[in-house]
């Protein structure tokens, strides 16, 4: 043999031994890839974990629900308070308990009818408590000249917890 067949043939042989080693190479990759999935006892211990950590946290996050309603309502009474202020000042007087908290946000048509009412009003619009009902209005209040309230949670007047009265004068 001539150098020149000697060197092809030492080339052949080491083209077979990187294919020999690719393909060990390839065959381990997969054996690697097979042994990186999830068991199913893996993924149930996730779950698990999962369910106990769930167990823990949703019931802090529902009781900071209510929380938020009563600041909420507290907030919502301040700045309807704040309104009920200014209308007085231009007024003289706050509007009637059958005026309502209507006449923040349109003008009152029944008496005594103000004669300096502000053209766009005191609020763009009434809200709703943070459970869905009218805030109520008396005036003259039991506790103060004038008393913005609600029922609370359940609706109804009186309560403990999250059912009591939410009013003006908690403020």
């Known amino acids: 043999m001539n150098n020149h067949s000697t060197l092809l043939c030492q080339d052949a042989d080491s083209i077979c031994d990187r294919a020999i080693k ?12 097979r042994s990186q999935g999830f068991t199913l006892i893996e993924i149930m211990i996730v ?12 019931p802090r996050l529902m009781g900071r629900t209510d929380d938020a309603r009563v600041t909420q309502a ?5 700045t309807m308070m704040g309104a009920l202020k200014i209308y007085k000042l231009d007024n003289l007087r706050y509007p009637t308990t059958e005026q309502g908290l209507q ?3 349109t003008k009152p048509t ?22 869905g009902n009218p805030y109520q209005y008396m005036s003259p209040g039991l506790k103060s000249e004038v008393e ?22 908690d403020l």
């Open 22 to 33: 690719n393909r060990s190479n390839q065959s381990n990759w997969l054996s690697t890839v």
């Open 47 to 58: 779950l698990v974990i999962m369910g106990i950590l769930a167990g823990l946290v949703v």
């Open 74 to 78: 507290k907030s919502d009474i301040s």
């Open 103 to 105: 006449a923040l946000v």
């Open 110 to 131: 029944s008496g005594p009818i103000p004669n300096n009412w502000k053209g766009d009003g005191y609020i763009s619009k009434l809200p709703k408590d943070p459970w």
């Open 148 to 169: 913005i309230f609600t029922y609370g949670q359940d609706g109804q007047a009186g309560g403990a917890g999250y059912d009591a009265d939410i009013g003006s004068w």
